[in-house]
């Protein structure tokens, strides 16, 4: 294997997985040496990895025709709009998950203390679904985004009249100045249950006030398809689409799952919005059971930003 490990500043035996996460975070803030770009041909050659290949188109800017071979390759492996699976039988399963048997019971949620915490607009449509079946829930609204664009236009006085008008006094606002602040501000009580729709990483100062737990609404089949893009990876391998909802804890994408909804493709945005609703309803509603699927969850892939060539070729 090219040694890029001094290039990286990491220690000669790092794994693949280390140095591929490093280099991805690195390469917008530095150019690298076409050492790194070596490396990368060679793991996705050797080992039929589309993640190496991916973070090559984002370091090749502009002409990619200097990286033909990989491009060979990707053809190859490209067969009938698919690229083929590499990453071990335990987790092809994944490829084809279906919708989970969902066991609701409205008694579930009896003594329960709900909130839904991240911007309000996602939470209008399952707030009036839980108001509609008599159930309380405290609406947070966190008021940070790391677009200073988005949150000058979402957190301002008059949307925060708008919500109040909505929620009435089920709305609570938490008042985030600096970055800072994400990792030390108070949330206003305890809760037994949330759902997050939260932009940014949440740590234990977050996590810490669900009891039972607080769940994430993750596009992409777990534990395998980890990260980002992963409904786009999921159309590459030709994975069945589907959504997890599973509880957040220290590690990306590896709490328990709870449930399982698989989307048709043709209606994705569709029914990732539309029916927010309902998987939040339901995962609560499993959650408050502690009714989880019994999947190893550590396991799986970090998968980062699809190139927009690739793209291009699934949406052919």
Known sequence: MINVTDTLGLKNDAPDELILRKIHFQRVKKDFPDIVNDYLCDRYL???????????LWLV???????KQSIDHFNLNFIDFKHIFCYGNNLKYCLNIYNTELAINKDNFKNKEIALIGNPVH????????????????????KFHPNKIIGVLFFNIFFSYIFKLIFGKSYHEINIDKKS?????????????????LNFIIKDNIISNFSLGLINDHWGALPLFKGRSTLNYSRLFGANQVITNHLINNEIDSGKVLMYTRINSSQTKKIIYLKLKDRIYNSINLLSKSCFIDVDNKLGYMFYEMHPWLIKKIKK
């Open 46 to 56: 050797k080992t039929n990895d589309v993640r190496f290949f991916n973070e090559l």
């Open 61 to 67: 800017k502009g002409d990619i025709s200097k990286i």
């Open 181 to 197: 602040e994400l990792n030390t501000f108070k949330i206003h009580k305890k809760y037994h249950v949330g759902f997050h729709k």
């Open 123 to 142: 939470f209008i449509l399952p707030f009036l679904k839980f108001k509609k079946n008599n159930i309380p829930v405290d609406i947070i609204n966190v």
